[in-house]
């Protein structure tokens, strides 16, 4: 699996790709990231990538040159663009991008993105979620590590994968470990009996209810059918 990463910042992304399951993936072959600083692209001396925006307001908005220069390179790879007003990020997402074997990560800075790019040079905008980050470098590192433990051989047990909650629409119960009691906190009982039927009763219900409580848009009884997670 290979990742193109279109960034004015690089060096943002050297500790979180040597470390953990993503940077033993790179380690072993599995997972390749092509770091691509756009300043490489940028125009006159100061290899500016950004300007003022046509019909004023706040804030630079980023250039169409230098960003077109850095992609059409890529042109016959899937190019993603992280912006606060692309389609929220689902699981389903991440495990089409896992399938394709190079996709190219666009991290937006500044107030926005000449729409041109998006228009013409990407194939999907999307978004965290709703909130407003300084750039799509966060963004980018989530889909990569999204997406990389997808690659087979990069997770131990790929079991593990297909038992997620995401993929079921709900999200998980509770775990607990040793000690069984800690400051009077109790772990409960029915975890304790090994009656396994009972603990996967228990474990299906806390998963229910946690949903319902915590995320009623991935409920089946609304008015929209609720989101689907894969
Ligand atoms: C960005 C223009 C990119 O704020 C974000 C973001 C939030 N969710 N996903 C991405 O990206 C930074 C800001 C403005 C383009």
Redesign the pocket.
Known sequence: MRFSVITIFPEYFESPLSVGIVGRAIDRGLVEVDLVDLRRYGKGPHRQVDDAPFGGGPGMV?MIEPLAAALDPLADTHRI??????RP?RQEMLDRWAGMGHVTLV???????DERVAEHLIDEE??????????????ALAVIEGVARLVPGVVGNPESLLHESFRRGEIEEPHYTRPAEFRGWKVPDVLLSGDHARIAAWRAEQRRRRTRERRPDLVDDGEDGGTPTS
Not at 107 to 113: A, F, I, N, Q, S
């Open positions: 980023m663009l992280f912006a606060p007003a692309g990020l991290c937006g800075r500044y107030e926005g993105v999307v978004s965290l979620g709703d909130f407003v980050l300084a750039g799509g470098e966060v963004a």
